[in-house]
């Protein structure tokens, strides 16, 4: 999707950076507290927007900030991720697969916060593969803080440079034709 239609259906501007936050479809109370603690620092010392979704269980506690913080866009759930990807200049998200796909694919750089208890630490795993590839930095969720997330914001939204340098690295790692490679084998499996 184009970015400016993109902002435009979130009601963002275009000529401010769009921070979005993802922790996973059902949200993640660590990331939630840790973003409503710096949506202060992150909308006026920062001057970004805030494109965040907090899941079902924390939206309701969570949506009254908006009011607070113009640029601020919470939803519970996003129907659109395409837009979503779209609108966005930087990511904060968990590290699951699909996650890591979808910020790939859209050539994104992130901020990413591990699950901690995910299976065999596996979303660490992942996070270490965006960040070696210079995509991504890896933020420990015992480490998030309300200061560490905006530094590191500002760290990748300080130069254009380092920013679009992030995005390149992930989209250059991306899966192309992911579907196709799926069904090839899919289609080898059954033919054994």
């Not at 710096?38 to 494109?51: C, F, M, P, R, W």
């Not at 969570?62 to 519970?76: F, M, Q, T």
Request: include cysteine.
């Amino acid at each position: 999707m184009n970015r400016t239609i993109a902002l435009k259906n979130f009601g963002l501007e275009p000529d401010r950076p769009v921070v979005a936050i993802l922790g996973g479809s059902q949200g993640s109370t660590a990331i939630n507290g840790a973003v409503s603690a710096a949506l202060g620092d992150l909308t006026t010392k920062l001057k970004v927007q805030v494109l965040w979704q907090t899941g079902r269980k924390d939206f309701e506690e969570l949506s009254h900030l908006k009011e607070s913080y113009p640029g601020v866009k919470i939803l519970s759930f996003v129907e659109n991720m395409g837009a979503f990807y779209s609108a966005a200049d930087l990511i904060i998200s968990r590290a699951g697969a699909m996650a890591l796909a979808e910020i790939t694919f859209c050539g994104k750089p992130s901020i990413l916060i591990p699950f901690p208890r995910a299976t065999a630490d596996h979303q660490t795993k992942n996070a270490e593969g965006l960040v070696q590839a210079g995509a991504a930095i890896h933020l420990p969720e015992n480490e998030l803080s309300p200061t560490r997330l905006v530094d590191e914001v500002k760290k990748i939204l300080a130069t254009k440079q380092t920013h679009e340098e992030m995005g390149l690295n992930a989209k250059s790692i991306s899966f192309k034709n992911s579907s196709e490679k799926i069904v090839q084998q899919i289609l080898l499996a059954t033919e054994r």
